[in-house]
């Protein structure tokens, strides 16, 4: 039987939620195929349950699909169920949250547009009043104009901001998750290092 230290294998825990938005790499998805392939050899799956699953596992794209595939073939452990020494901080990444946040960089995108027209516009026209008003040309137009693109702008590729930013959030979650990842690396390292350190003599 598979043991439980199986998930030590992946670069990152497939089963932390942190992680699970992650790109899974073809060694993690060899991770699970072996699996597989032991339990096959072992008869706990048969020839159709393996060709399934296999199939699956290598069109995964992330990590958190990868579990599920083994749920029944390892062992659950007492770590999986608690958060170990070192375990990421980072809050989990979920299509909920990507798209609220992506629509809140917008509409933060679109006051400030709307906070410049109306700033220029106000600024303009008082300048006019007080210097070139009531026979001067109403050039506060122009500027009034030019700002309000910005603010056309953002109305028109709504969609297209709002995708642009899903990515860029995306992005820097994945940035954190490999930073975390990285430091959590060099502490077990450094813990292994002491463990493997032989008893100082009397």
């Known amino acids: 039987m598979t043991s439980p230290e199986i998930w030590r294998e992946f670069a990152q825990d497939p089963r932390s939620?942190?992680?699970a938005p992650m790109r899974a790499a073809d060694a993690d998805r060899d991770v699970v195929l072996r699996v597989l392939g032991e339990a096959?050899?072992?008869?706990?799956?048969?020839?159709?349950?393996?060709?399934?699953r296999t199939s699956a596992v290598q069109?995964?794209?992330?990590?958190?699909?990868l579990p599920a595939f083994l749920t029944d073939l390892v062992p659950p452990s007492?770590?999986?169920?608690q958060t170990p020494i070192?375990?990421?901080?980072i809050p989990?990444?979920?299509q909920e949250r990507v798209e609220a946040e992506a629509v809140a960089r917008w509409e933060k995108?679109?006051?400030e547009a709307f906070t410049m027209w109306v700033f220029v516009s106000l600024v303009c026209w008082v300048i006019f009043f007080a210097t070139t008003f009531p026979n001067g040309h109403p050039w506060p137009v122009y500027p009034m104009l030019g700002t309000s693109l910005p603010l056309l702008g953002t109305a028109i590729r709504r969609?297209?901001?709002?995708e642009s930013n899903r990515r860029r959030i995306i992005a820097k979650h994945e940035k954190a998750v490999a930073r975390e990842a990285k430091r959590r690396a060099i502490e077990q390292q450094k813990r292994r290092q002491v463990e493997r350190r032989p008893p100082e003599q009397a």
């Open 78 to 81: 007492r770590a999986a169920a």
């Open 40 to 52: 096959y050899a072992e008869g706990r799956i048969d020839a159709g349950e393996f060709d399934e």
């Open 159 to 162: 969609k297209d901001m709002i």
């Open 17 to 19: 939620p942190a992680y």
């Open 92 to 94: 989990p990444l979920t």
């Open 109 to 111: 995108s679109r006051r």
């Open 59 to 65: 069109a995964a794209r992330t990590l958190g699909e």
């Open 86 to 89: 070192g375990y990421s901080s």
